[in-house]
Structure formats: structure tokens, C-alpha cells
């Protein structure tokens, strides 16, 4: 396989980066719909049926991107997509299957926090050590994808300049 098609691990940071900016608007706008539509007074009341609404808003613009074209915006700007490892375009199933999977880079450093009754900077420390080890998943890779990737058979690969050139004259 040509590694050189390959994206950087800093390059996939930085494009994952980005994309926690531009899903800051699309939880910000969810959560002032959700909070208007239910009359939500308070920020505890109906607190689980938020965070499982949040959820699922998160999950329906990672797994729609990724099936209509591979690529979300920020993965557009970094010239990044998500293909099967054969290279094909991501079923649904399989889409569902990664951003669950995605969970990992941090669900387990919360559960390990909550499990340990962490308190104070632990409460920091016990998920960013988490989500270093996730990162340091894609080193033990030879295709350099990390962990989540390699389970539901995906692959993040990088889109050359003259893709994006030809797609901007049509």
C-alpha cells in the first residue's frame, strides 16, 4: 500500500482540532433548540435526555459526512478522508461502527476517573492520559491509523492538491 497518500498524525490532529470548533456551533445551536423546544429552565433539568440528544446530533453529522463523500468540513480543509481499507467509500453500518469505536479516545478515561473517585487535576489527568495512549495507537500501527480505525476497517488517507484544484473548477 502507498504510505505517501498517507496524512500525518499531526495533520489528523490538527484536522480533529478544527473539527471540535465547528462542533462547538452544531452542539451550541442543538442545545439552544433542545433547551427552547422542552422549556428547560435549568441546567440539570433534563440533563441525560440532553446529553443522549447531543449524542445523537454529533453521530448524525460524523456518520452523514463520512458517508456522502468520506470528509467532513474540517477534514475537507485538511485534505483528509475516510475510506474502507480497500479504499471504497464508508457504508453506514461501518460509519456507526467508527463513531462509536471514536468513543474510546476518551470514555475510558472518564470511567476510570469516576471508578477511582478522582478529585481535582486527576479529574484532568486520568482522560488526557487517555487520549495520549489512544494517539499513541496509530505508532504501533504500520498504516499509521489509530486504534478505532483498524477495528471498523477504516482508514484515513489524504486527498493530493490536485483533487481538490479539479474539484474547485467544475
Not at 5 to 26: N, Q
Not at 38 to 67: D, P
Not at 137 to 165: E, S, Y
Amino acid at each position: 500500500m502507498n504510505t505517501t497518500a498517507l496524512p500525518s498524525l499531526r495533520r489528523r490532529l490538527a484536522s480533529m482540532l478544527y473539527e471540535s470548533m465547528l462542533l462547538f456551533g452544531v452542539v451550541f445551536v442543538s442545545e439552544w433548540l433542545f433547551s427552547t423546544m422542552l422549556e428547560q429552565r435549568h441546567a440539570l433539568y433534563l440533563r441525560n435526555i440532553s446529553q443522549v440528544w447531543l449524542f445523537l446530533v454529533i453521530g448524525v453529522y460524523f456518520v452523514w459526512f463520512w458517508t456522502h463523500g468520506g470528509q467532513t468540513l474540517a477534514m475537507k480543509t485538511w485534505r483528509i478522508q475516510l475510506v474502507t481499507f480497500d479504499g471504497n467509500a464508508i457504508g453506514f453500518k461501518r460509519a456507526v461502527g467508527r463513531y462509536l469505536l471514536a468513543w474510546m479516545w476518551i470514555l475510558p478515561g472518564f470511567a476510570a476517573a469516576w471508578a477511582t473517585g478522582a478529585k481535582g487535576w486527576m479529574l484532568i489527568l486520568i482522560p488526557a492520559a487517555n487520549v495520549l495512549l489512544w494517539t499513541l495507537t496509530a505508532l504501533l500501527d504500520p498504516d499509521r491509523q489509530f486504534l478505532h480505525d483498524r477495528i471498523a476497517g477504516t482508514r484515513v488517507i489524504g486527498v493530493p492538491d490536485q483533487a481538490v484544484k479539479s474539484k474547485a473548477t467544475v
